[in-house]
């Protein structure tokens, strides 16, 4: 059934936003509110189904309450939505699927805030602005942790005693849950195979990083788990680190818990690494200078790539695929040949050619190379219309 959904990613400086079609399965409108709260705060919007270039508006000193109020006042009177979907980057054991918002959605949406410290607030605050200028359009939360819910049981437990776990809730979770869905999805279309004799890994690599195991279509494993600092490393959190070193800086080094937060989420990762950025362009360029700083955290940025991949074609029994998408994933192809040029092993042959010339969608692995490589931009906002259209339809 023909849908316009209107998709909502509200960020701390940033909200931006897409009214799609469902039934082309193309944005007919798309926009954002950058730069929130600041003097220089600006709003765009651009009407694709028109062919109209974006069009620039300030709005000095704007939070989200006033930006989200612009949006809604500047999409096209003719295409009113049937619904608006969120992205939601944590929703703890509550949700395994979109779900319509009420009140007890937005408890547990709150209760999983201290998951997601970086978004679920400003993320929930965006629900309820929202809510409140339209009440009368339903409004659906996507999580980008509901589809790593349907893991297999042993990799979703974490070896702490019994009762802590039950307490407390402790689980591997999941993320970036929307862009791994989509591009799997479309993997299995252009490699022209069911998706569900598929064994792919899929490494969503930008700002924030998640690589997934992704077997007969389902999510069985992935890289970051319970914070959203686990995994690869990201701009400014850490990745994957030995506790006993968080334990040391707690009991021993006379570090606060905010300061190890802090730490842990914002000064750590590519910027800590190379104590000079926390923007991979950045680095590259920095590297091609000479500056060690960045070497080092380009380095091990691939490093912990190539393990993760390898670990995952073990859980997997074999690798049929790997998938890179993402603003790093899409468009750096030096760090997509140092990952593929040591998995020759495992049977991947890279097209140096394909890879470097790589625009949009693309095959970049040789022919008849055993795994294929290929790179698949991210649409989670057509993912997430697409699982709320899912939503209205069983509704």
């Given at each position: 059934?023909?849908?316009?959904?209107?998709?909502?990613?509200?960020?701390?400086?940033t909200?931006?936003?897409?009214l799609?079609?469902?039934?082309?399965?193309?944005?007919?409108?798309?926009?954002s509110?950058?730069?929130?709260?600041?003097s220089?705060?600006?709003?765009?919007i651009?009407?694709?189904y028109?062919?109209?270039?974006?069009?620039?508006q300030?709005?000095?000193?704007?939070?989200?309450?006033?930006?989200?109020?612009w949006?809604?006042?500047?999409?096209?009177?003719?295409?009113?939505?049937?619904?608006?979907?969120?992205?939601?980057?944590?929703?703890g054991?509550?949700?395994?699927?979109?779900?319509?918002?009420?009140?007890?959605?937005?408890?547990?949406?709150?209760a999983?805030?201290h998951?997601?410290?970086?978004?679920?607030?400003?993320?929930?605050?965006?629900?309820?602005?929202?809510?409140?200028?339209?009440p009368?359009?339903?409004?659906v939360?996507?999580?980008?942790?509901?589809?790593?819910?349907?893991k297999?049981?042993?990799?979703?437990?974490?070896?702490?005693p019994?009762?802590?776990?039950?307490?407390?809730?402790y689980?591997?979770?999941?993320?970036?849950g929307?862009?791994?869905?989509?591009?799997?999805?479309?993997?299995a279309?252009?490699?022209?195979?069911?998706?569900?004799?598929?064994?792919?890994?899929?490494?969503?690599?930008?700002?924030?990083?998640?690589?997934?195991?992704?077997?007969?279509?389902?999510?069985?494993?992935?890289?970051?788990?319970?914070?959203?600092?686990?995994?690869?490393?990201?701009?400014?959190?850490?990745?994957?680190?030995?506790?006993?070193?968080?334990?040391?800086?707690?009991?021993?080094?006379?570090?606060?818990?905010q300061?190890?937060?802090?730490?842990?989420?914002?000064?750590?990762?590519?910027?800590?690494?190379s104590g000079?950025?926390?923007?991979?362009a950045?680095?590259?360029?920095?590297?091609?200078?000479?500056?060690?700083?960045?070497?080092?955290?380009?380095?091990?940025?691939?490093?912990?790539?190539?393990?993760?991949?390898?670990?995952?074609?073990?859980?997997?029994?074999?690798?049929?695929?790997?998938?890179?998408t993402?603003?790093?994933?899409?468009?750096?192809?030096?760090?997509?040949?140092?990952?593929?040029?040591?998995?020759?092993?495992?049977?991947?042959?890279l097209?140096?050619?394909?890879?470097?010339?790589?625009?949009?969608?693309?095959l970049?692995s040789?022919?008849?190379?055993?795994?294929?490589?290929?790179?698949?931009?991210?649409?989670?906002?057509?993912?997430?219309?697409l699982?709320?259209?899912?939503?209205?339809?069983?509704?």
């Open positions: 059934m023909h849908k316009l959904i209107l998709v909502l990613n509200c960020g701390s400086t909200i931006k936003f897409q799609i079609d469902t039934a082309r399965r193309a944005a007919l409108v798309k926009g509110v950058d730069r929130l709260g600041r220089d705060c600006t709003a765009k651009a009407n694709l028109r062919g109209e270039v974006a069009i620039e300030a709005l000095a000193g704007a939070g989200h309450r006033e930006a989200l109020a949006m809604f006042d500047s999409l096209p009177p003719e295409l009113k939505p049937d619904a608006v979907g969120h992205r939601v980057v944590h929703g054991s509550f949700f395994n699927q979109a779900v319509q918002i009420d009140e007890v959605v937005l408890a547990n949406i709150a999983c805030s998951l997601a410290p970086l978004h679920n607030p400003i993320q929930l605050e965006g629900i309820r602005v929202s809510r409140t200028l339209h009368e359009i339903p409004h939360a996507s999580f980008d942790t509901a589809f790593h819910q349907h297999p049981l042993v990799n979703q437990i974490i070896p702490l019994a009762s802590v776990v039950a307490e407390y809730g689980r591997k979770f999941g993320f970036h929307a862009s791994h869905r989509y591009v799997s999805r479309r993997a279309e252009l490699l022209g195979r069911d998706i569900g004799e598929l064994r792919l890994v899929s490494c969503h690599l930008g700002g924030g990083s998640s690589i997934s195991a992704v077997q007969g279509g389902v999510a069985v494993d992935t890289s970051a788990t319970y914070g959203t600092f686990t995994g690869l490393p990201m701009g400014s959190r850490s990745g994957d680190i030995d506790a006993g070193i968080i334990l040391d800086l707690l009991m021993n080094k006379g570090k606060s818990p300061e190890v937060y802090d730490m842990l989420y914002r000064e750590s990762g590519l910027l800590g690494l000079a950025s926390a923007d991979m950045e680095l590259e360029r920095l590297e091609a200078e000479g500056h060690q700083g960045a070497h080092l955290a380009r380095e091990y940025y691939a490093y912990s790539l190539k393990k993760f991949i390898g670990a995952f074609a073990a859980v997997m029994n074999g690798l049929d695929g790997i998938i890179f993402a603003g790093i994933g899409e468009h750096d192809a030096d760090l997509r040949a140092r990952v593929c040029r040591d998995l020759a092993w495992m049977g991947l042959q097209d140096a050619g394909l890879n470097r010339t790589a625009r949009g969608e693309a970049i040789a022919t008849g190379s055993a795994v294929a490589a290929l790179v698949i931009p991210t649409n989670e906002e057509l993912a997430i219309a699982e709320v259209e899912e939503i209205l339809t069983q509704g």
